[in-house]
């Protein structure tokens, strides 16, 4: 048996967050019944081919933009046809990014019903300054509600997201929205740094002087205060950005850091296909400080054949930006792939992915798995791995390496050592 993870892509929001860089399109209507019809089409092109055909789905993650948008109906509709199609797991974990101010008990209770069974809920903060500044549709209470209506519509499963390191935010504002946070004890908990991306207007607004960057120092101190804050009160980090109490991790995107296949459908929803044929030893087993339960560790070694042979080392590929064109495409050839957006990873990609993708989670980079992939001992190709250890920026584990405190501050300076 071999497993796959598939991803929907909703991109539309009721408005556009400055910050944001996904792939999103304020609206107050959108094509719902064409844009589904197009999901499940384009899901029936995917799995003629492999890696697909076969594997066993293990997890599906509605995301966006704001999925929540979309009726329960709609989203009963895509399970029960993902369902038809596939051979979900009884156990899948089904995830339903939800924004407050779109749900209300019942709607929620709609989605339960049609076999969603993890909620992720875009809280962000519960101050209603911040949200303001971070252009939010909602408010705290809106937010408060959520959660309180996700509880009432029977999900035991919950996450919700915040943003910190935001101007003006000092570490007892941190600890408010956290403290709040844990006070509807949920089972996983996202806690993002604002980043400015590129081409977004807040980044604009950077540039222009029109808003200030937080002080370095006092971001790296937001940084610790969350990951001890949460630590301490059941919620360790299980990567750099994500706490989860003892057995809730997101195995969806647990997938994602540790490479196995993915298929996302939907405008600008991105797949990987890899080309490494079984199981590493990291996905079936946990590492000493790997503080995440059994339960969470994927059982599913990659596809049994060869997706790319060849010197190719995986397949990634992004489907069209654009809503419209989007679903003329799929109902033309079946699929929205965009032509122009088709990598295929060599061997040395593929080798540094494996590093800093290990890295980004507490249970790091397991040496075991390096060795099933590619033959080679990490080190002999990444010599950077001895000197970060070294300098005092990871520390060594039963199977590999991790971070440590001193290294997670740079961890995306160090991530970028792998990739260039
Ligand atoms: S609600 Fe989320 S996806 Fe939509 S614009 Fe805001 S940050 Fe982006």
Same mark, same amino acid.
């Given at each position: 048996?071999?497993?796959?993870?598939?991803?929907?892509?909703?991109?539309?929001?009721?408005?556009?967050?400055?910050?944001?860089?996904? &792939?999103?399109?304020?609206?107050?209507? *959108?094509?719902?019944?064409?844009?589904?019809?197009?999901?499940?089409?384009?899901?029936?092109?995917?799995?003629?081919?492999?890696?697909?055909?076969?594997?066993?789905?293990?997890?599906? $993650?509605?995301?966006?933009?704001?999925?929540?948008?979309?009726?329960?109906?709609?989203?009963?509709?895509?399970?029960?046809?993902?369902?038809?199609?596939?051979?979900?797991?009884?156990?899948?974990?089904?995830?339903?990014?939800?924004?407050?101010?779109?749900?209300?008990? #019942?709607?929620?209770?709609?989605?339960?019903?049609?076999?969603?069974?993890?909620?992720?809920?875009?809280? #962000?903060?519960?101050?209603?300054?911040?949200?303001?500044?971070?252009?939010?549709?909602?408010?705290?209470?809106?937010?408060?509600?959520?959660?309180? @209506?996700?509880?009432?519509?029977?999900?035991? &499963?919950?996450?919700?997201?915040?943003?910190?390191?935001?101007?003006?935010?000092?570490?007892?504002?941190?600890?408010?929205?956290?403290?709040?946070?844990?006070?509807?004890?949920?089972?996983?908990?996202?806690?993002?740094?604002?980043? $400015?991306? #590129?081409?977004?207007?807040?980044?604009?607004?950077?540039?222009?002087?029109?808003?200030?960057?937080?002080?370095?120092?006092?971001?790296?101190?937001?940084?610790?205060?969350?990951?001890?804050?949460?630590?301490?009160?059941?919620?360790?980090?299980?990567?750099?950005?994500?706490?989860?109490?003892?057995?809730?991790?997101?195995?969806?995107?647990?997938?994602?850091?540790?490479?196995?296949?993915?298929?996302?459908?939907?405008?600008?929803?991105?797949?990987?296909?890899?080309? *490494?044929?079984?199981?590493?030893?990291?996905?079936?087993?946990?590492?000493?400080?790997?503080?995440?339960? %059994?339960?969470?560790?994927?059982?599913?070694?990659?596809?049994?054949?060869?997706?790319?042979?060849?010197?190719?080392?995986?397949?990634?590929?992004?489907?069209? &930006?654009?809503?419209?064109?989007?679903?003329?495409?799929? @109902?033309? #050839?079946?699929?929205?792939?965009?032509?122009?957006?088709?990598?295929?990873?060599?061997?040395?990609?593929?080798?540094?992915?494996?590093?800093?993708?290990?890295?980004?989670?507490?249970?790091?980079? %397991?040496?075991?798995?390096?060795?099933?992939?590619?033959?080679?001992?990490?080190?002999?190709?990444?010599?950077?791995?001895?000197?970060?250890?070294?300098?005092?920026?990871?520390?060594?584990?039963?199977?590999?390496?991790?971070?440590?405190?001193?290294?997670?501050?740079?961890?995306?300076?160090?991530?970028?050592?792998?990739?260039?």
């Amino acid at each position: 048996m071999f497993f796959m993870h598939l991803y929907l892509h909703i991109p539309w929001c009721l408005a556009r967050c400055p910050y944001c860089d996904f &792939n999103t399109f304020a609206a107050r209507t *959108w094509p719902e019944e064409a844009y589904a019809d197009g999901l499940l089409r384009e899901l029936d092109h995917h799995l003629d081919s492999t890696p697909w055909n076969g594997a066993s789905l293990a997890t599906i $993650y509605f995301g966006g933009g704001t999925p929540s948008l979309f009726a329960p109906a709609t989203i009963a509709r895509l399970i029960d046809g993902i369902a038809a199609r596939t051979s979900l797991l009884a156990d899948a974990e089904i995830t339903l990014e939800a924004n407050p101010g779109t749900v209300d008990r #019942q709607r929620l209770a709609g989605f339960r019903q049609a076999g969603v069974n993890r909620l992720s809920v875009g809280v #962000q903060s519960f101050d209603d300054g911040r949200l303001a500044w971070l252009g939010r549709a909602h408010d705290a209470e809106a937010a408060k509600v959520a959660l309180r @209506a996700a509880r009432q519509a029977g999900f035991d &499963n919950l996450s919700l997201d915040l943003i910190h390191a935001v101007p003006g935010q000092d570490r007892a504002a941190l600890l408010k929205d956290l403290d709040t946070a844990l006070s509807f004890e949920p089972e996983h908990i996202s806690a993002y740094s604002l980043t $400015y991306e #590129q081409g977004t207007p807040l980044t604009r607004d950077l540039a222009a002087g029109r808003v200030q960057r937080i002080d370095e120092e006092v971001e790296a101190d937001l940084f610790e205060t969350v990951r001890d804050h949460l630590g301490e009160h059941g919620y360790p980090a299980y990567e750099v950005s994500n706490h989860a109490r003892a057995g809730y991790a997101s195995r969806h995107n647990l997938a994602y850091w540790r490479g196995t296949p993915y298929l996302g459908l939907g405008a600008g929803a991105w797949s990987f296909a890899p080309a *490494w044929p079984s199981a590493s030893k990291d996905e079936t087993s946990m590492s000493a400080r790997h503080q995440v339960a %059994a339960a969470d560790q994927p059982t599913s070694p990659a596809p049994a054949n060869n997706p790319t042979p060849g010197p190719s080392f995986g397949k990634r590929w992004r489907d069209l &930006n654009d809503p419209r064109r989007w679903i003329e495409a799929v @109902a033309g #050839q079946g699929h929205a792939v965009d032509s122009a957006e088709v990598e295929t990873l060599s061997r040395e990609q593929a080798m540094g992915e494996t590093c800093w993708l290990g890295l980004r989670q507490t249970s790091g980079l %397991a040496r075991s798995t390096f060795l099933s992939r590619f033959g080679e001992e990490p080190e002999a190709v990444f010599p950077l791995l001895v000197d970060l250890l070294e300098t005092g920026l990871l520390e060594t584990t039963n199977d590999g390496w991790c971070l440590t405190r001193r290294g997670l501050m740079v961890a995306d300076a160090i991530f970028a050592r792998f990739q260039s």
